[in-house]
Structures are given as structure tokens and as C-alpha cells.
């Protein structure tokens, strides 16, 4: 006989689990956390019940009613497993009450652990141990054993273990099943089962395990357990909603989707493999979701005259592309720090407004490629992280972002206004392009970050104390660099006060005050960093010639050694007229070769007098 249980559960979803008791199916409501329980069971009295044995039907597992006469105890309101055995040294089985439980992870989610609990006592004087049995995919596994007293006068003992996840369960060795040859239940904790997505099926129950080598003095009869209630309980994630039509369509039709529409917070959207060409998914209303999955080759695009919100009620969003090359082309906003973690080969691109709420931080992880291709709106400070992969920044990324590269590379393709900028252990690459300007309030590059301005320009719009000598010791020690560096160019910085006399003043096409650090890819030479090396360059090294510490670029110190002295001006000298491509500024003065050498003969002359006064 099977006792009829009772089903609780914990905050009602829409869940496609059912529970198969005997030929019937419960359906059960959805539950995040669902658990069968058995409780004081109503066991009419008789004799020995056959009860079919899922590994061997003849192996002789039985059911003891009330009033056998093998029975040592009452056995009102306990469930009873046992066998009849005559082998001294045997081992013998009894499987209690089984049940099937199907999980549909659209609806369900996947199973991330399993709680189980049972209060029994020997009904015999021959050694008794339980633990919970999974049966799935035609594989047996167990937990480990809880070993019950064996004395003459049992009492109910307890067992509880909550969180199991797969690990905790082994597989039956070969034989461990076995009644013609006795076994030792001996199980392979390296094998374990599937509570995935994938898992299928799942039967559960309890295992009886009866051995005469756990108690001494049984040459026969019986051995049974009394159990009085045992509970099991099944705790699952967040359901996996999935796109499923091999089409474009609308995201608010729910026959579009596995299960519902994923719309709210904590939703979570599958856009996986139910497509084989590239389609577009739209939506001309608000939709939030706390996690996007990324599953095809081929191309998702999500747009439409609505808003993608990314919202959670604790943790993090977050955005995951597995493959492909996936498209958000409707406005995002970003409620909470959210990851977006894209593997190596593929590429998610945000084609249309981002904003972060509220200080919200946007972490780009994994190999792949993220492209931000329309403008970044923060009221607030927030900030763009990325640990690994690319960031390809074709924007600007906004006044009120704070950009931070710990590993990987961001490239700022387009002139950028941040809050700040940070290279801890990633490249930031600007450019390339002369015209490309980062514009930022601060700057630091520690560790293995790199700052590649490539031909590009850096202002660092400071208040306080002017970063000017931790900027000159990177520029010197290659974390700020250009991978266009040649023995002609160079990385030139100073301060805008060094070049300009009233304000504001003009530096890449953007306006600077005094309290401003200009760094720039130039020619070697170039002083006054405007990309040509003339006469405007032998003024600024001249009112500096002779300093012996503590010069900047834009002071003359060219060779970056804190002086201006003839070495500089040697360099200064050598490159005369030269430019960076386009032709050189309007109001540059380049002279011809003959005048570069008559210039440069008299202003030596003029730098050694100087000198000697």
C-alpha cells in the first residue's frame, strides 16, 4: 500500500512538476521550492504485500502491514520496508514509497539542490541504515548511509541533510544491487546525477538498508524499519523562459514564447535554438527582464519603439552571449550592476541609448566582444568595467561615466568626455585618429594597465593637486604609450598653462582652463604639442633652458629626463619642421631646410649665452 503525501510549497509560480503516485498524476503548483512529505501513514493490517522491485521484480522486496508476526513493535502510524532473510552475514534492501518527479525547466527552472529528511527506528534486532534514492536514466544512486540504533527497545531518530547537490549522491557499483549475491551498497560518489536542464526524469525515495553484520545475534526471521515520516524536498532556480518559434515576432505574444512572457523583474528571456536564420524580436511597450541568455549563431535582434529594463531585486542583472552575433537596438536601461558576459567568438552590440541608474556599474566579462554604438545618458555617476574580452566603444561614453579596465581591451574609437579613467590590469586604446580627444577629471594606470593613445590626444581636467608628475612617471615607464611610437614620435605632456596664456584655451578641438594636463602622440620635438615642431617649440624650450629638474614636455624636456639643456635641443633641432599628417596648422611657421640650420646655429648660440648669465 501507498500512503497518499502532502505537497507545500513555498512561493507559487507556474511550475510544469508533477508528482506520478501510483497510476495517478497530481498536477502540483508552481513552487520555488517543492517538497513531498509523508507524514504518519494509514497502514491497513495483513499480511506480507508484494511490492515490485525497480532493479530485480524477484528479488523479494516486501511491505509488512500491521499484525505480522514478525513484527517486534506496534507499527500504527509507521511506514514499514523489510525481508524475510535466513542468511546470517546477508545484506537486503527495502525501497520505500517512489515517486516521479517531472521538471520542465521553461516553467521549473533547473533543480539546484535537494533537501531530505526522515525520522525512523529499527522494528528488528538486525542492523539497519537508510538513505535518499535517486533513480534516473536507468542509473541508481544513494546518499550516504545514516546508520539507526539496533538495540531491543528502538526509539525514532532523526536525520536531516538540506542543500544535497549531485555530488552527494553516488552511483550503485556493480553488484551493490545485487540480491543473489549480496552487496555492501557500496556506491561511486564520482558518478553522480543530472540536476540540469538536460536531467529528465527523476524517481525518489528512501532506501532501507539491512545488514546482521551492523547488529550481532540475528540468525533469521526479519528485517524491517519502521519509518514514520520522511520529506523531500526539491529547490529550484529561476524558470528559463525561451524564444520559441523559428521566426521574427512580437516579444508581448505569449504563444511566442516556452512558458509566458518573460516581462518583470528577475524575468529571465532564453533567446536560444529555436531560430536557424537571423530574426528580429520586437516590442513597442516597456519590457523588463533581470537576465538575457544568448544561445544561436545565428542573430537575435531585439528593437522596437519600447524600452529593454534590466532590473533585479537583489544581485545583479546580467546579459550572457554564448555565440553569435547578437543585437539590443531599442533604448537599455541598466537598473542595477548588471554582467554582461559574452564567450570568446561572439559579439553583443547595444545599437541604440544606454543608461546606467543610479550608479550602476556594467561589467564586461568573458572573451567576446561587446560594441556600445549609441550614446551612453547617466544622470548619475556610473561606471563601465571590463575584466576581460573587448569593449569597442564607437560613442561617447558619457560625462557621468567611470571607465575602468582590469583586464582586457576597451577601445575609445570616438572622442570621449569621462569622469574618470582607469587602466588596473586592461589596455584602454583611443583612436586611432589625431582627432580623437579623451577628455576626463582624472587618470591612473597601475599594475599591467596600459593606456595606447595610438595618434590620439588625453585631457585630464583636474581639481586640487595637478596629476602632472604621476602622469610623467607613466609616460616613462610605457603604461601611457602609443603603439605608433617611432624614434620620430614621442608622447609629449604638460601643463595647459605651460602653453596657453589666457582661457579657455583650445586643445584638440576641445576647451581646457589652467587646471588642465594635455597629453599627446607627436612628433619629436613638438613642444607646444599642436603637432608641428617650429618656432613656437624653440620660444617654450628657450624660457626653460637651463631648469635642471622637474620639466615637462611642453617646458622643453624632451628626452624625459626632468631637464632642458642641449640634449633637448639637439632633438628639437633635428626634427625642425616636421609634422604630423595633415599638413602642419595654420600661423605654424616651416622653414625651409636652409633656415632650419641658420635657426638653429643662432638660437644655440643664444641658449649658451643665456646660460652663462
Known amino acids: 500500500m501507498r500512503s497518499t503525501g502532502s505537497i507545500h510549497s513555498k512561493r507559487m509560480m507556474s511550475l510544469g512538476l508533477s508528482l506520478a503516485v501510483m497510476a495517478a498524476t497530481q498536477e502540483i503548483a508552481s513552487a520555488f521550492s517543492l517538497t513531498y512529505t509523508?507524514?504518519?501513514?494509514?497502514?491497513?493490517?495483513?499480511?506480507w504485500s508484494a511490492v515490485v522491485d525497480p532493479v530485480n521484480p524477484n528479488a523479494g522486496l516486501y511491505v509488512l502491514n500491521i499484525g505480522n508476526s514478525y513484527q517486534l513493535y506496534d507499527a500504527s502510524g509507521y511506514i514499514i520496508t523489510g525481508f524475510p532473510h535466513n542468511d546470517v552475514a546477508g545484506v537486503a534492501w527495502g525501497v520505500g514509497h517512489q515517486y516521479n518527479a517531472f521538471v520542465n525547466p521553461a516553467v521549473d527552472g533547473s533543480i539546484t539542490s535537494v533537501d531530505f529528511s526522515i525520522t525512523a527506528k529499527n522494528g528488528s534486532y538486525d542492523g539497519s541504515a537508510v538513505a535518499m534514492l535517486l533513480m534516473q536514466n536507468g542509473k541508481f544512486y544513494r546518499t550516504a548511509f545514516n546508520v539507526l540504533s539496533s538495540t531491543t527497545s528502538p526509539v525514532d531518530t532523526p536525520f536531516a541533510s538540506a542543500g544535497l547537490t549531485p555530488a552527494a549522491f553516488g552511483e550503485f557499483k556493480t553488484g551493490a544491487y545485487d540480491y543473489a549475491t549480496p552487496a555492501n551498497g557500496s556506491a561511486n560518489f564520482s558518478s553522480n546525477p543530472d540536476f540540469s536542464s538536460s536531467g529528465g526524469t527523476i524517481t525518489f525515495g528512501y532506501l532501507s538498508h539491512f545488514d546482521?553484520?551492523?547488529?550481532?545475534?540475528?540468525?533469521?526471521?526479519?528485517?524491517?524499519?519502521?519509518?514514520?515520516?520522511?520529506?523531500?524536498?526539491?529547490?529550484?532556480?529561476?524558470?528559463?523562459?525561451g524564444w520559441a518559434v523559428n521566426t521574427s515576432g512580437d516579444w508581448n505574444v505569449n504563444g511566442n514564447w516556452t512558458s509566458g512572457i518573460p516581462n518583470g523583474v528577475d524575468a529571465v528571456a532564453t533567446f536560444g535554438n529555436a531560430i536557424n536564420s537571423p530574426q528580429t524580436i520586437y516590442t513597442n511597450s516597456a519590457i523588463t527582464v533581470g537576465k538575457l541568455i544568448f544561445d544561436n549563431a545565428a542573430s537575435y535582434q531585439i528593437t522596437g519603439q519600447?524600452?529593454?529594463?534590466?532590473?533585479?531585486?537583489?544581485?545583479?542583472?546580467?546579459?550572457?552571449?554564448?555565440?553569435?552575433?547578437?543585437?539590443?537596438?531599442?533604448?537599455?536601461?541598466?537598473?542595477?550592476?548588471?554582467?554582461?558576459?559574452?564567450?570568446?567568438?561572439?559579439?553583443?552590440?547595444?545599437?541604440?541609448?544606454?543608461?546606467?541608474?543610479?550608479?550602476?556599474?556594467?561589467?564586461?566579462?568573458?572573451?567576446?566582444?561587446?560594441?556600445?554604438?549609441?550614446?551612453?545618458?547617466?544622470?548619475?555617476?556610473?561606471?563601465?568595467?571590463?575584466?576581460?574580452?573587448?569593449?569597442?566603444?564607437?560613442?561617447?561614453?558619457?560625462?557621468?561615466?567611470?571607465?575602468?579596465?582590469?583586464?582586457?581591451?576597451?577601445?575609445?574609437?570616438?572622442?570621449?568626455?569621462?569622469?574618470?579613467?582607469?587602466?588596473?590590469?586592461?589596455?584602454?586604446?583611443?583612436?586611432?585618429?589625431?582627432?580623437?580627444?579623451?577628455?576626463?577629471?582624472?587618470?591612473?594606470?597601475?599594475?599591467?594597465?596600459?593606456?595606447?593613445?595610438?595618434?590620439?590626444?588625453?585631457?585630464?581636467?583636474?581639481?586640487?593637486?595637478?596629476?602632472?608628475?604621476?602622469?610623467?612617471?607613466?609616460?616613462?615607464?610605457?603604461?601611457?604609450t602609443s603603439s605608433m611610437l617611432t624614434?620620430?614620435?614621442?608622447?609629449?605632456?604638460?601643463?595647459?598653462?605651460?602653453?596657453?596664456?589666457?582661457?579657455?584655451?583650445?586643445?584638440?578641438?576641445?576647451?581646457?582652463?589652467?587646471?588642465?594636463?594635455?597629453?599627446?602622440?607627436?612628433?619629436?620635438?613638438?613642444?607646444?604639442?599642436?603637432?608641428?615642431?617650429?618656432?613656437?617649440d624653440f620660444n617654450l624650450l628657450s624660457g626653460y633652458y637651463g631648469q635642471t629638474s622637474d620639466s615637462r614636455w611642453t617646458q622643453g624636456d624632451l628626452d624625459g629626463n626632468g631637464k632642458v639643456n642641449t640634449l633637448d635641443f639637439n632633438l628639437l633641432a633635428g626634427h625642425f619642421g616636421q609634422s604630423l599628417p595633415p599638413a602642419a596648422a595654420l600661423g605654424s611657421v616651416v622653414p625651409e631646410p636652409a633656415s632650419i640650420s641658420l635657426l638653429a646655429v643662432g638660437a644655440l648660440a643664444m641658449f649658451r649665452r643665456r646660460k652663462r648669465f
Not at 214 to 232: I, N, P, R
Open 487 to 536: 624614434p620620430d614620435r614621442a608622447i609629449g605632456f604638460g601643463e595647459a598653462s605651460d602653453l596657453f596664456g589666457s582661457f579657455p584655451a583650445s586643445f584638440g578641438g576641445e576647451n581646457v582652463d589652467p587646471d588642465s594636463v594635455l597629453v599627446a602622440f607627436t612628433v619629436m620635438g613638438d613642444a607646444s604639442l599642436d603637432g608641428v615642431v617650429g618656432s613656437t
Open 212 to 241: 546482521s553484520s551492523l547488529a550481532a545475534g540475528f540468525s533469521g526471521g526479519v528485517a524491517y524499519q519502521m519509518t514514520k515520516s520522511w520529506s523531500t524536498a526539491f529547490n529550484f532556480g529561476a524558470a528559463v523562459v
Open 306 to 480: 519600447g524600452t529593454l529594463n534590466i532590473d533585479v531585486s537583489s544581485g545583479s542583472g546580467s546579459i550572457a552571449v554564448l555565440q553569435g552575433t547578437q543585437k539590443i537596438n531599442l533604448p537599455l536601461v541598466i537598473n542595477d550592476n548588471t554582467t554582461a558576459a559574452i564567450s570568446a567568438g561572439a559579439t553583443l552590440k547595444i545599437s541604440d541609448p544606454m543608461t546606467l541608474v543610479g550608479g550602476a556599474t556594467l561589467t564586461k566579462t568573458g572573451t567576446g566582444t561587446l560594441s556600445i554604438e549609441a550614446p551612453v545618458t547617466n544622470v548619475a555617476a556610473a561606471t563601465i568595467a571590463v575584466s576581460a574580452g573587448v569593449v569597442n566603444a564607437a560613442t561617447d561614453l558619457g560625462s557621468n561615466s567611470a571607465v575602468n579596465a582590469s583586464g582586457g581591451t576597451i577601445n575609445l574609437r570616438t572622442s570621449q568626455h569621462l569622469s574618470s579613467l582607469t587602466a588596473s590590469g586592461g589596455t584602454v586604446v583611443v583612436g586611432p585618429g589625431t582627432n580623437v580627444v579623451v577628455s576626463t577629471t582624472s587618470v591612473a594606470v597601475s599594475g599591467s594597465g596600459r593606456i595606447d593613445l595610438q595618434n590620439g590626444k588625453m585631457i585630464v581636467d583636474y581639481d586640487g593637486i595637478s596629476p602632472v608628475d604621476s602622469i610623467r612617471t607613466a609616460i616613462n615607464a610605457g603604461s601611457i
Open 38 to 47: 509523508d507524514n504518519a501513514p494509514s497502514i491497513a493490517s495483513g499480511k
